[in-house]
């Protein structure tokens, strides 16, 4: 049963969008069982993702979660952003062209490019260009449903790649524990997530995170590893749906800079909001890395927030971690008085790139 909007702002009822997720997640993962795979046997831990904005996050999560996870840490995921392939992607490099349209221009280049090396290629798509180009090369596709914006699509785009790579055993037997227990937890947190964030009550903390951010520009941080793709799709949200400036970096490498550019201007650091999105198997030294952050900046900073997902699972921490984001997201957009569902500018982009072919 569809949710209705809280605004008439959200005329295409972003709401809907993002209370429906946990049963996105399900039939994202029945797609993901019988989703086709790559048709010769594997020979190569290597795995590029070719992808842009929110077709390629999912690319993003699953490096970050294989990488965390038992039977996962051998695998070489790289996901490639751009009108070119990676120039080692050789004939035992495995593919996966990711684009939910089918019509991003530079996956579509990029596509070609790889083509040339490889066929291990499996497709991610809703059609458009990409899905015909499969279709004419004899590659497995895996369809997902149209009506979505693409960041929208985030549980297609995800979870049937999880599922193909286990049958496949690229993420091999000792997967299947943590990853199993990771979606008992998802679906036994997320149900009381969405009524608690959709929700206008005192005790929501994605509305009181909003209103902490609204006004100010946010900045997340995270660790390089396991939740780096988390931290990649808050900011996203919050630039896409609340058409708000985001920043972010991940530590330490941010220690050896960028912790340096928190005292002038005096007057922007102010209007900051600075989000640590901490796990609880960050490393030690990270840990208090973290900690030392918050110190040194407080002073200088507008406010300081720290964000954990839930669950004793890394898979289950990092979904819970961007559903908190999404929805956060989305308050921000009502506060800002804008429909979180079109991108104009972008479409504007996409207009004169088409102009200037």
Not at 99 to 116: H, Q
Request: charged share 20%.
């Amino acid at each position: 049963m569809a949710k209705k909007p809280t605004t008439a702002l959200d005329a295409s009822n972003m709401f809907d969008v993002l209370y429906r997720f946990p049963e996105q997640i399900k039939e994202a993962l029945a797609i993901g069982e019988s989703a086709p795979v790559w048709r010769r046997q594997a020979t190569s831990n290597r795995y590029v993702v070719l992808g842009l904005g929110g077709s390629a996050i999912g690319g993003d999560l699953l490096r970050s979660l294989a990488a965390g996870t038992p039977g996962g840490e051998h695998l070489n995921i790289v996901v490639s952003r751009g009108y070119s392939a990676p120039g080692w992607i050789d004939s035992d490099t495995n593919v996966i062209a990711s684009s939910y349209s089918g019509d991003t221009e530079e996956t579509l280049s990029a596509f070609d490019e790889a083509r040339k090396k490889t066929d291990r290629f499996v497709v991610i798509t809703t059609g458009g260009q990409l899905g015909k180009k499969a279709i004419t090369y004899g590659m497995p596709i895996i369809n997902i449903p149209p009506g979505y914006q693409p960041r929208c699509a985030l549980a297609f785009s995800f979870f049937p790649l999880v599922s193909i790579m286990q049958r496949t055993g690229a993420l091999d037997s000792r997967s299947t524990r943590p990853l199993s227990k990771g979606l008992k937890e998802i679906f036994a947190n997320l149900d009381e997530m969405r009524d608690l964030y959709s929700g206008k009550s005192a005790k929501n903390p994605a509305l009181t995170l909003a209103k902490k951010i609204h006004g100010t520009v946010p900045v997340v941080y995270s660790a390089h590893e396991r939740m780096d793709a988390v931290n990649l799709r808050w900011r996203g949200q919050i630039q896409e749906n609340a058409k708000h400036l985001a920043f972010g970096n991940l530590l330490p490498e941010m220690n050896h800079n960028e912790i340096n550019g928190w005292f002038h201007p005096a007057d922007v650091a102010k209007k900051t909001t600075a989000i640590l999105l901490r796990d609880a198997e960050d490393h030690p030294r990270t840990s208090i890395r973290f900690d030392a952050l918050a110190d040194i900046i407080k002073k200088h900073a507008g406010s300081i927030v720290t964000v954990e997902g839930t669950g004793t699972t890394l898979l289950s921490r990092m979904i819970t971690a961007i559903y908190l984001g999404d929805w956060v997201s989305y308050h921000l957009a009502m506060m800002n008085e804008v429909d979180p569902t079109p991108v104009p500018v972008i479409q504007t982009l996409k207009s004169l790139l088409a102009k200037a072919k």
